[in-house]
């Protein structure tokens, strides 16, 4: 009776938040307290043990990134584990549908591939989702500011990675974090990783535990996430059933212009914008404002939503995407409104202009700059992916990749002082307008842009 009624604890364990069907399907134990059998370490040379049937890993000076390896692939399948990190400057990760590189970093080999992001610093990113090895972050979560908070220093924690063809979800603690579209690896090997801590011998020593590591690869159903969650697709001018499902729409079809028009026509430019290979580009004009095709609007207007897009940039390129325009100051050049810069910092004049900053790449232009890092900047010829969110309480906030890196209070008093000491002073009103077109500049450089994507906020 005994033995009967530890297999069914583990059995509910194992698919406690699985749909019907799931819990009905076979669980596989990765690791059965005792021996590390199905298992190998690739890259540093970090310390793996079993302790108190537990896994564990100790940091080790001097070594780069290691890692404990599953002997087998797997392709879709639902893992499920728990984990305890030492302290909050630890960090660590799960990798899922992974690879190994035996020539690269000099011969001595490179893991990358998905990486569950273990964190307990004060940024919290535990349950986002990395590309070690390759792309560096794909939903950082920032993106999921409830989920931040469900992480538990000094316990060990519930982790759920859902992979099923080309999406990824991940769990914390039963809290959905989240949600990725991706098909660079639809399958690879799973692995436990202890991240390097360089030549710092004060850090040596510090262990990662793993235990209950669980997995199901058949008769797989997704579980359900809530509606607020941020989807981030790398499939260009597309819609998940998930994001359709919860009022998304696609602003450009990736061929054509509808639902756009000139800032000052009733149609769309005949010249200055081109529409081909998925992407709607604005063309050069030697950096002449709206001297050639012109700003572009939204048919409709907006008031309090979530806007994503996607921006590529030519060198020294200068563009933006501007909301609550009005169309009503009928000024010479661009059109007024709120904008996110989009801009080549290093190589356009107008990023050491302003004040602070602030008319760097994805500031609130001429009023707040971004902080912003480096590595979360796409360099120029690749994709860089914006956000704008405006809540029904004025709150907004901008994103680049993932990252948020400002957010204000539309209409405030604060607001209006920096308005007041801005280019817009002269400007009555200006940015607070119960509704406006969202608009993409032409400001005479190459830029294109596509997956426009939006939701209304209620």
């Known amino acids: ?130 590309d070690e090895g390759r792309r560096g972050w794909l939903y950082p979560l920032d993106l999921n500011q409830a989920a931040q908070k469900a992480y538990k220093r000094g316990a060990f924690n519930k982790v759920k990675v859902e992979c099923i063809g080309n999406t990824i979800k991940t769990w914390i603690n039963g809290v959905p974090a989240s949600y990725l579209v991706d098909d660079a690896d639809a399958r690879g090997f799973i692995a436990l990783q ?19 590591i669980r997995i199901q690869t058949g008769d797989l159903s997704p579980a359900p996430f809530p509606s607020s969650v941020f989807v981030v697709s790398n499939e260009p001018n597309t819609l998940t059933v998930f994001e359709k499902s919860n009022g998304w729409k696609l602003l450009f079809d990736g061929a054509s212009s509808k639902g756009w ?96 900053g602030n008319r760097t790449l994805s500031s609130l232009y001429d009023l707040i700059p971004a902080k912003k890092t480096d590595r979360f900047v796409k360099p120029i010829g690749e994709w860089n992916k914006g956000r704008i969110v405006v809540y029904p309480n004025n709150h907004v906030e901008h994103y680049l990749n993932g990252v948020k890196v400002l957010e204000y209070e539309r209409g405030s008093q604060a607001f209006r002082e920096l308005v007041a000491g801005s280019k817009f002073k002269n400007r009555p009103n200006f940015g607070e307008g119960k509704e406006g077109r969202l608009l993409l500049q032409d400001h005479g450089d190459e830029v294109s842009f596509r997956s426009l994507k939006i939701r209304e906020l209620k």
């Open 261 to 356: 028009r000139g800032a000052k026509m009733l149609t769309f430019p005949e010249k200055g914008w081109k529409i081909a290979d998925g992407n709607i580009t604005v063309l050069s004009s030697k950096g002449e404002e709206s001297a050639n095709g012109g700003d572009i609007v939204t048919a409709d207007l907006y008031s309090a939503f979530d806007f994503s897009f996607e921006f590529k940039l030519s060198r020294g390129g200068n563009s933006g995407v501007k909301y609550f325009v009005t169309l009503s100051e009928n000024n010479v050049g661009s059109a007024l409104g709120l904008e996110y810069q989009v801009l080549d910092d290093k190589n356009h004049p107008d990023a050491k202009m302003g004040i602070a």
């Open 1 to 130: 009776m005994k033995n009967i009624f530890l297999f069914s604890a583990s059995l509910l364990l194992c698919f406690s938040s699985l749909s019907v069907n799931a819990q009905q399907a076979k669980c596989t134990k990765l690791f059965n307290g005792k021996t590390l059998q199905g298992w190998k370490q690739l890259g540093g040379s970090a310390k793996y043990s079993i302790e108190n049937g537990v896994i564990t890993g100790t940091t080790v000076a001097s070594t780069p990134n290691s890692f404990l390896v599953t002997e087998k692939e797997y392709g879709d399948f639902i893992l499920e584990l728990e984990v305890l990190m030492p302290d909050t400057v630890t960090n660590s990760g799960i990798q899922l549908r992974s690879h190994f590189n035996p020539a690269a970093n000099d011969g001595k080999g490179r893991v990358y591939g998905y990486q569950y992001e273990l964190d307990a610093s004060a940024r919290a990113w535990t349950a986002g989702i990395y």
């Open 194 to 212: 202890v991240h390097s801590i360089g030549n710092k011998p004060e850090d040596a020593g510090k262990k990662i535990r793993w235990k209950n």
